[in-house]
């Protein structure tokens, strides 16, 4: 087997293997060898040309440039979460915390109707009973944290009037 590097008409180049050279030329007269591009029959034998020879006809290795690795768009950096909004206190109130709201509620109604509102006096009043110069009665009424202080201080029992969440004041 022989391998020849043909050349059409059309100047396409290609190889094919025959039997010996006699078979080529056989082949060639007959029209049996086409050009596999054009399918045209008038071919011959190229000139080989040296692969390596200096200012032949080499293939010139045309070299992809390797594209530089487009650098992978980077995963955008997850978007700082904001300031959350303002939030104003909520709750689900249980069964059971709904009751106990009755309850002071009714504790707080209770301590309303059967005693006796003093306001700012509370104080003294607290210690007039105490100190036995008036009877001991239920009152209410208002006293700073100095003065409930000095009350605990002075054993006089006093207890904060209970304070329902849906009152202003
Ligand atoms: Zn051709």
């Known amino acids: 087997m022989i391998r020849y590097a043909l050349i059409c008409e059309a100047s396409h180049t290609f190889e094919s293997w025959f039997a010996d050279s006699a078979t080529y030329d056989k082949q ?20 080989m ?14 070299e992809t440039p390797s594209k530089p690795e487009e650098s992978e768009p980077k995963p955008e950096s997850p978007p700082k979460p904001e300031s959350p909004p303002q939030k104003s206190p909520v709750a689900i109130i249980s069964e059971q915390e709904r ?9 707080r109604d209770h301590l309303i109707q ?17 100190y036995g110069e008036i009877e001991h009665r239920s009152i209410y009424g208002e006293a700073s944290p100095d003065d409930a202080k000095s009350l605990h201080e002075e054993g006089i029992e006093f207890h904060p009037l209970p304070r329902l969440p849906d009152e202003r004041n």
């Open 114 to 130: 059967n005693a006796d509102y003093v306001g700012g006096k509370f104080p003294e009043e607290a210690r007039r009973m105490h």
């Open 28 to 47: 060639v007269a007959r029209g049996l060898v086409t050009c596999p591009v054009c399918g045209s029959a008038k071919v011959e034998k190229a000139i």
């Open 49 to 62: 040309a040296p692969s390596l020879g200096r200012g032949g006809k080499a293939r010139d290795v045309i």
């Open 99 to 107: 009751e106990l709201r009755t309850k002071l509620k009714q504790l």
